[in-house]
């Protein structure tokens, strides 16, 4: 199964930063504030209904919510439940894992993520991509501590399930869950922090990925056409391959990154 988890270049090379002995972190777990919890349905209710007024109502950006809010619709899918979240102490800041579900309910291979930010007493999500404050990606990074992705990132009871389709059924099945995978590209991937987790930790790589997420939001900017013409792609081959070059700009907007990174046990 295909996916997409940006930044393509830079996960790859995170995924063995830092992660050769999991952090052992003793706390007590907190429950998501209500607040959150009812921006994150105003969320699956927007998207399920391609409203990109009220996406953009609760998006840390709100702008360009026409995107993922087109996309998720010819797409057939919405925000399924909450999978796993954590809240730091102050409360104003939290990290989810949720399920994204077809037009059936069934969970689809990959779940999404989102970073919750209170500013001036409002709850918003980080839905499209945006650049974020250096102490916004500490205080995720703090919060991910120890935690591994592939524990979070992959419904495996949804990939077990497309693994049994009859081998005569499985292409068109195929393409079009590979192409609701592939609707991570009209979205803020925040899979990243999932990937990184106390690699964010370190004080020099908050500024690194402060302006990493400075040009993820200007890839997005710059392609907002092109985006906008693969959400509204109905075909799921045609879609990806609408996405394809898009992929190649954010390899070229991403480069180097990577290679400025603090190993946290160096940091």
């Not at 709850?123 to 250096?134: D, Y």
Request: net charge negative; glycine share 6%; proline share 5%.
């Amino acid at each position: 199964m295909k996916k997409w988890l940006i930044p393509l270049l830079l996960v790859f090379t995170l995924g063995a930063c830092g992660n050769d002995e999991e952090a052992i972190v003793e706390e007590t777990k907190r429950a998501l504030p209500d607040a959150v919890m009812e921006v994150y349905a105003d969320y699956q209710a927007a998207l399920e209904s391609g409203d990109a007024e009220a996406l953009a109502a609760i998006d840390y950006a709100g702008r360009l919510t026409d995107i993922p809010a087109t996309g998720a619709v010819t797409r057939q899918l919405a925000p399924g439940d909450i999978y796993e979240s954590w809240v730091n102490e102050d409360e104003d800041v939290a990290f989810l894992v949720h399920e994204m579900v077809d037009q059936d309910g069934n969970p689809l291979p990959n779940r999404l993520s989102k970073v919750a930010v209170k500013d001036d007493g409002e709850w918003s999500l980080v839905i499209t991509p945006t650049a974020l404050p250096e102490d916004v990606i500490a205080e995720v990074g703090e919060l991910l501590i120890g935690v591994q992705a592939n524990e979070y990132g992959v419904n495996a009871e949804a990939n077990a399930r497309l693994a049994e389709v009859p081998e005569d059924e499985a292409g068109p099945i195929y393409d079009r869950v590979n192409a609701q995978t592939d609707y991570t590209a009209l979205e803020a991937d925040n899979n990243v922090f999932l990937l990184m987790a106390e690699t964010l930790t370190v004080e020099e790589n908050q500024a690194i990925m402060a302006d990493y997420f400075k040009a993820y939001e200007k890839w997005y900017t710059d392609n907002e056409a092109t985006l906008r013409e693969a959400a509204a792609t109905e075909d799921p081959i045609e879609y990806i391959e609408t996405l394809d070059p898009l992929k190649t700009k954010l390899e070229e907007a991403i480069d180097g990154f990577d290679e400025q990174l603090v190993d946290p046990s160096f940091g």
